[in-house]
């Protein structure tokens, strides 16, 4: 089935160490998207990519980075230099319809706690 | 600057009553304003979605009303059910640009 995958589901991470999240498509979408979600706040953008080995920075990039070198595959680290990088992250895609914007899929998912 | 405002931030319906959920945007140059719905630790989905090209799209028990002019729009739920229970996010894009309300916790009591 086509979808978003994420991995890993959850994750704990010490202070000072970083990680990175996978997040892999098989829906041949363009456009892919990293987002930050914590309680209260909704969905905030940290970084997308609209074509293979170009990303743009979100509005909460500080302390993350990406890279797009395959259609499929959109990996965020999460740095040291983030200073409060416990949150769930969420991943996502989409394709541009005929009439301009298209629909955007999530993954399930991945809980990051820094401990 | 906050490009979506959503409102309540909860809500508690009983069941097979309505919950209503609004949302305002700024950017009037928005072309596709859809609402997701999201369990807890699984990400969100999404429920329905209109144009600004229409004032009104249903699907079984849910609806979007679109207000152009007024730059608003809303979610019902009609005959809420126990299973609605989530939260709720509207957006409002453009091209690849989505941009999200900061969500509605919906409960509905039995």
């Known amino acids: 089935d086509g979808g978003i995958t994420q991995s890993p589901k959850y994750l704990f991470r010490k202070e000072g160490q970083n990680v990175t999240l996978s997040c892999e498509q098989n829906l041949n979408h363009d456009a892919m998207y990293w987002y930050r979600q914590d309680p209260g706040q909704g969905l905030r953008l940290i970084y997308y990519s609209q074509i293979v080995n170009d990303f743009q920075k979100g509005d909460i990039a500080e302390g993350y980075s990406v890279s797009r070198e395959k259609k499929e595959s959109f990996p965020l680290t999460v740095t040291s230099a983030q200073k409060n990088p416990t949150a769930f992250y969420l991943c996502?895609?989409?394709?541009?319809?005929?009439?301009?914007?298209?629909?955007?899929?999530f993954g399930e998912g991945s809980r990051l706690t820094v401990l | 600057q906050q490009q979506v405002k959503q409102s309540p931030q909860s809500l508690i319906v009983q069941k097979g009553g309505i919950s209503i959920i609004n949302c305002a945007y700024e950017?009037?140059?928005?072309?596709?304003f859809p609402w997701y719905q999201q369990f807890p630790g699984k990400g969100p989905a999404l429920l329905i979605a209109i144009r600004p090209d229409v004032s009104e799209k249903k699907e079984g028990r849910f609806t979007i009303s679109f207000n152009k002019s007024a730059k608003q729009f809303s979610l019902h739920i009609m005959d809420s059910q126990p299973g609605d229970s989530a939260t709720y996010f509207c957006?409002?894009?453009?091209?690849?640009?989505?941009?999200f309300g900061t969500g509605t916790s919906l409960t509905v009591i039995p």
């Open positions: 950017n009037t140059a928005f072309d596709y």
């Open positions: 957006a409002a894009s453009r091209g690849n640009q989505f941009y």
């Open positions: 996502a895609s989409s394709t541009r319809t005929g009439r301009g914007t298209g629909e955007l899929f």
